[in-house]
Antibody, heavy 121, light 106 residues
Framework: EVQLVQSGAEVKKPGESLRMSCQAS????????IAWVRQLPGQGLEWVGI????????EYSPSMEGHVTISVDQSINTAYLKWNSLKASDSGIYYC??????????????WGQGTVLTVSS | IQLTQSPSFLSASVGERVTITCRAS??????FAWYQQKPGKAPRLLIY???QLDGGVPSRFSGSGSGTEFTLTITSLQPEDFATYYC?????????FGGGTKVEIK
């Protein structure tokens, strides 16, 4: 069974760093892109970026580029979303998700459970 | 590419036919999907490639459209369909979502 299991809820202060994770199982990790999608409190879905584990190729949303870093560790089938300096406006729910087909960026078929991030002084 | 969903909110009764529209700021071919999200849950893929139903999605859901205008239709709304629906384009980066349509019980 394909599963994406995300790390637990986080409470941070502005300016702090954070790395959240998404561990995949049940499929060949490096064959499928993994996307990150965020949902600000009470708001809609926003695409953050996507990474191809096989070569670590990444595409970021222009609104997120430079503020977050997406990476993978193939040895443990895990994707990461990292901030060096959090802002209160980063608070929300972050989902990782996998497309339906290997090697292509297409619809997000399998989703993690989400990680709730709260950034507050 | 901007995606504009309408309406942003609709109130409907069980058994009603519901239509949600998503308009793109430029043509996006068939690289288009609909998702359903219930409170406290991750989104669920409903429809891909404009009109293809994902596995297990009831046939009362259908998608149509082309170019810049796309539609999600639910024929005979069921209690489990009350949720928020999002469209997404996968034609160009960034892979944007629409603002969402919340479907509530009348």
């Amino acid at each position: 069974e394909v599963q994406l299991v995300q790390s637990g809820a986080e409470v941070k202060k502005p300016g702090e760093s954070l790395r959240m994770s998404c561990q995949a199982s049940g499929y060949t990790f490096d064959s499928y892109w993994i996307a990150w999608v965020r949902q600000l409190p009470g708001q809609g879905l926003e695409w953050v970026g996507i990474i191809y584990p096989r070569d670590s190729g990444v595409e970021y949303s222009p609104s997120m580029e430079g503020h977050v870093t997406i990476s993978v560790d193939q040895s443990i089938n895990t994707a990461y979303l990292k901030w060096n300096s959090l802002k209160a406006s980063d608070s929300g729910i972050y989902y990782c998700a996998r497309p339906s087909l290997p090697g292509v960026v297409n619809v997000l078929h399998k989703w993690g459970q989400g990680t709730v991030l709260t950034v507050s002084s | 590419i901007q995606l504009t969903q309408s309406p942003s909110f609709l109130s409907a009764s069980v058994g009603e036919r519901v239509t949600i529209t998503c308009r793109a700021s430029q043509a996006i071919g068939s690289s288009f999907a609909w998702y359903q999200q219930k409170p406290g849950k991750a989104p669920r893929l409903l429809i891909y490639d404009v009109f293809q139903l994902d596995g297990g999605v009831p046939s009362r859901f259908s998608g149509s459209g082309s170019g810049t205008e796309f539609t999600l239709t639910i024929t005979s709304l069921q209690p489990e369909d009350f949720a928020t629906y999002y469209c997404q384009q996968l034609h160009l980066y960034p892979l944007t979502f629409g603002g969402g349509t919340k479907v509530e019980i009348k």
